[in-house]
């Protein structure tokens, strides 16, 4: 569940308490933050550990959004988490940092167990890294967000059970995103391969460069490129599929197919767009495109 989300959950939990909804009171996004953080108390943790020797790294945070940065430092990796918690949920938030030999695990923990009453905890794990190439991230939520920015990994592993993902400026060299009931975005993002996996989402690449193996079980999937240069595969269970470039690939081979939906192409104005499966070829023919789709529509667009 993504911030937003889990703030309209904590509005509503404490409209019912203060008997709010009866009295029909509606409120802007002003209101709503303020009424977040009636109750509750600042968190703000930090933890660093030398960069020295660290080429990998393990976030783990449960709950917890994650934020992914390349910071000001460049002998050290800084975590903190900040936001806010009831009262009686302080003592239960913890950061770990721990480093074995060259992977350092870091770890966000809320507590989890049970408790009467009133209780909110609504905060975020940041973690803040040097500016230079690391060998693996790995970051693995249950329900929380994860938001990369500037990162460079040859290994970058992203999963969130009902969380958002979303990478600006990352470059990897094999990247893996999954997402259980949320959306996956990037922009500027360059790869040699990039695997996303949305079972119930959106996945939107924008300025991508990279071989793409795309997946939403029922969500629409877009990505935009300056040029065709790498192969792409992408399905949907019902969403709609868009491939988008700046010019038409000079050689490249498009297999395609429909359910009940239709294609359509600025690539090659000669389609029609009712066949519901077909093999186009432009040029020589050589980066390999396969589209599938059950029940929406498939788009080459030239913008």
């Excluded at 360059?190 to 071989?211: M, P, Q, W």
């Excluded at 767009?273 to 432009?282: A, C, H, I, M, T």
């Amino acid at each position: 569940m993504n911030r937003s989300m889990r703030n309209v959950v904590l509005l509503g939990l404490i409209l019912l308490l203060g008997g709010l909804i009866g009295a029909g009171v509606t409120f802007g996004q002003g209101d709503r933050e303020s009424l977040l953080q009636f109750g509750t108390e600042e968190v703000r943790l930090s933890e660093e550990v030398p960069a020295d020797g660290i080429s990998r790294l393990r976030a783990e945070a449960g709950s917890m959004d994650i934020e992914l940065a390349a910071g000001a430092s460049d002998d050290k990796i800084i975590a903190t988490i900040t936001g806010r918690a009831s009262k009686k949920s302080l003592d239960k938030i913890k950061l770990e940092l721990d480093p074995q030999g060259d992977e350092l695990t870091v770890k966000g923990k809320e507590g989890g167990a049970f408790t009467f009453g009133f209780n909110i905890v609504n905060v975020t794990m940041r973690i803040e890294l040097p500016a230079r190439k690391f060998e693996a991230l790995q970051a693995e939520l249950g329900s929380g967000d994860i938001d990369a920015q500037g990162v460079e990994a040859g290994e970058l592993t992203f999963k969130t059970g009902s969380g958002d993902i979303e990478l600006t400026g990352v470059k990897g060299g094999v990247i893996s995103l999954r997402s259980g009931s949320g959306s996956i975005d990037g922009e500027g993002v360059v790869a040699e391969e990039l695997a996303a996996k949305a079972s119930s989402g959106n996945i939107s690449l924008e300025d991508v460069l990279a071989a793409l193996q795309l997946d939403a079980g029922s969500g629409n999937i877009r990505a935009e490129m300056d040029r065709l240069e790498l192969p792409v595969t992408a399905s949907s269970g019902s969403g709609n599929i868009t491939l988008a470039t700046r010019i038409a690939p000079a050689s490249a081979t498009v297999q395609y197919s429909v359910g009940s939906g239709r294609f359509r192409s600025d690539w090659n104005e000669d389609e029609d767009g009712e066949r519901k499966s077909r093999e186009l070829v432009f040029g020589d023919g050589q980066v390999q495109v396969k589209l599938s789709t059950g029940s929406g529509n498939i788009s080459l667009r030239e913008e």
